[in-house]
């Protein structure tokens, strides 16, 4: 990205690379969203089955119609899920370097652990604190100028 972006924003967007990154994925990726709408909102599907001893039995297994709402959240859901985290890491590449940047994607073990340990009951072992540590350290000896 760094090299196919350049830093001048005037000559290429990363917006606009990643608009048309989301564009080549909604194409390609649309038969099968179809696919999985069309045949498990189908409501004509019989929820029986035959079990072993030939009775019939209900299936008690249940799929939520995917609605508007639903689909809604998910879109919101994946905006600031995927594309702002994408977005951030490929300006991160742009701004530093790819080895910075996804070390810097890393710190996400450390950060986890803390919350764990914060805000759970998990229990918290010698070896998890440990290796959150080492993490930290591989994350500063990364950024040290040679």
């Known amino acids: 990205i760094k090299y196919k972006c350049p830093q001048n924003e005037k000559l290429m967007s990363m ?5 048309y990154i989301g564009l080549i994925n909604c194409i390609a990726l649309s038969p ?10 189908d409501n004509s ?10 009775t019939i039995s209900e299936d008690t297994t249940t799929t939520t119609a995917l609605t508007w709402t639903i689909l809604g959240l998910l879109i919101l859901k994946g905006s600031f899920d ?28 450390p950060m986890a652990f803390l ?10 072992t010698i070896e998890s604190g440990l290796s959150a540590l080492l993490v930290l350290v591989g ?3 990364v950024n040290l100028s040679p």
Request: proline residues 0%.
């Open 32 to 41: 099968f969203m179809i696919y999985w709408l069309w045949h498990y909102n």
């Open 115 to 124: 919350v764990d340990w914060v805000f759970s009951a998990a229990e918290i």
């Open 82 to 109: 995927n594309v702002l985290s994408d977005y951030l890491w490929a300006r991160s590449i742009v701004l530093t370097s790819a080895t910075v940047a996804t070390v810097g994607v890393g710190m996400t073990i």
């Open 45 to 54: 599907n019989a929820n029986n089955y035959q079990n072993e001893q030939g």
């Open 139 to 141: 994350f500063a000896l």
């Open 15 to 19: 917006q606009l690379l990643f608009g």
